[in-house]
């Protein structure tokens, strides 16, 4: 046989394997897709997308995964708990980075650590991250301290102020939440109260203009270079660049304390050079692995910023959600005033508190009816993949569908009722995920 005969009967073979024994299907999608845009119209609107999250969770729920179609991106929606535990838990090293479209590169950046690609440096700053927010260190009794200062001032709030007109509750509870991951970044010191407000308003001009269906430059950018501008973009860059304007000098100061700290332990600065001593926190971590060269000034700053920014709409509407279900559930609502007026009076709970099982039940069973993030933070692909024979390109976006993989009636009884006693009893779990990127502070707030 000559040699062009054997390499052709080898192509032949090779291709006949593959058409037989790797036939990938393609993904399920919902219908009403539009040509070229998808489907925008079904997911551009929160609250539209939300409910159309349970209606395609529940057209798609024998196939684990469906796809949506955005302009030219494909989004992969895991609908089963199986698919999640499947890819981002076994397969956690595919599917740990996460796409940086042009609205959140335009806000964020791939130095903080939610968009640091999988890896060693992923790594190290979810550590650091870890030594202040993880579950030990938060219950220390320095830690808990500033977040039980912070509680109770959200309580003085409320009392004193929500009779008054113009109250507004998602303000407070947005306020405290940002008030306390500030005390546990910078050893207990409270927010300059004029900064809050700036605060609040740039993060949330940012997650206003977030989401994956965001507008038309971000979906299609080669349309910029025909000067076409994107509101969208313009106003995620300018919440950037004000909330570092609002953030980072606090940071600075913490770097220039520890560097001068250095200089005078070396002799090469008088102590007189030194205003205060930089205390033991998260920013002095920071700080020091900064002038370790561990890590840049921009992942720096990012380690203050992205924590904040992290803290203010998860936390707050969290509470906020939690109140609203105990205000339409009279029983509950009784039941959690009896309780904790009988441990704790009219202070708020402490870290001390206990039996106070039942209140961190009404937290869950809240998160589990109508989580913050129905889909969780977009994930992205680094290599292909194939899953249950449907092929998953690399760069694909992934999602998953909490909203309706936690009102499963296989999962929880009577799963569209708010009973938070379903987490006293044994083997409940909320968890969908224990891969390499959840949420820093999940083991937190699981205490
Ligand atoms: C009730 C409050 C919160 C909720 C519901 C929440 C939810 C989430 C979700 C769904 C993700 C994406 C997880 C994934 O892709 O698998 C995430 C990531 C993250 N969260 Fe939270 N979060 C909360 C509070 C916080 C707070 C207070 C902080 C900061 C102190 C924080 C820091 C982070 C960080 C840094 C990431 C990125 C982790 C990484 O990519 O490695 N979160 N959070």
């Known amino acids: 046989m000559s040699w062009s005969l054997l390499v052709l009967f080898i192509l032949t073979f090779t291709f006949l394997f593959r058409s037989f024994f790797c036939r990938t299907k393609s993904l399920p999608s919902p219908p009403g897709a539009l040509p070229y845009l998808g489907h925008i119209r079904q997911v551009s609107n929160p609250a539209v997308f939300r409910s159309n999250l349970l209606r395609w969770g529940t057209l798609f729920s024998t196939s684990h995964i469906f796809q949506l179609k955005i302009g030219p991106r494909r989004i992969v929606i895991l ?84 009779h008054l007109p113009g109250f507004d509750l998602g303000e407070a509870l947005g306020r405290a939440s940002i008030s306390t991951i500030w005390a546990m970044i910078f050893a207990g010191e409270r927010i300059p109260e004029e900064k809050v407000p700036s605060i609040c308003t740039a993060l949330r001009g940012f997650s206003k203009v977030a989401g994956i269906g965001s507008r038309i430059v971000s979906l299609f950018p080669f349309l910029s270079y ?46 007189a050079e030194l205003d205060k001593v930089e205390p033991e926190s998260h920013a002095r971590r920071v700080a020091e692995a900064q002038l370790a060269g561990k890590i840049d000034q921009e992942r720096a700053i990012w380690l203050i910023v992205g924590l904040l920014s992290a803290s203010i709409d998860t936390t707050g509407s969290t509470l906020h959600f939690t109140l609203s279900f105990i205000a339409d559930s ?92 379903r987490w006293l009893r044994e083997g409940e779990s909320l968890n969908l995920m224990d891969g390499v990127k959840p949420c820093t502070s999940f083991p937190l707030f699981s205490l």
């Open 226 to 271: 025909f000067g076409i501008q994107d509101r969208d973009i313009e106003a995620a860059k300018k919440a950037r660049e004000r909330l570092i304007a609002l953030i980072a000098p606090r940071y600075l100061l913490a770097l220039d304390r520890v560097r001068k700290e250095r200089s005078i332990e070396k002799g090469e600065l008088q102590a």
């Open 79 to 162: 609908n089963s708990e199986e698919a999640i535990a499947e890819l981002y838990n076994r397969r956690g090293a595919t599917y740990s980075s996460r796409p940086l479209d042009a609205v959140t590169s335009a806000f964020f950046s791939e130095k903080s650590t939610a968009f640091t690609p999988y890896g060693k440096m992923h790594r190290y700053a979810r550590a650091l991250i870890g030594e202040t927010f993880g579950p030990a260190p938060s219950t220390s009794a320095l830690v808990s301290s500033y977040i039980e200062r912070e509680a109770l001032s959200l309580v003085r709030t409320i009392k004193d102020t929500s």
């Open 330 to 421: 009279p029983q509950v609502q009784q039941k959690a005033y009896k309780l904790l007026s009988s441990v704790c009076g009219s202070a708020p709970p402490s870290f001390k508190s206990t039996g106070l099982e039942y209140i961190k039940a009404v937290v869950k069973e809240s998160t589990r009816m109508w989580p913050v993030s129905p889909t969780g933070m977009p994930r992205m692909t680094d290599k292909d993949d194939v899953y249950q024979g449907y092929f998953i390109p690399k760069g694909t976006t992934v999602l998953m569908n909490i909203r309706y993989i936690q009102l499963l009636e296989e999962r929880y009884d009577e799963a569209k009722d708010f009973k938070p006693e």
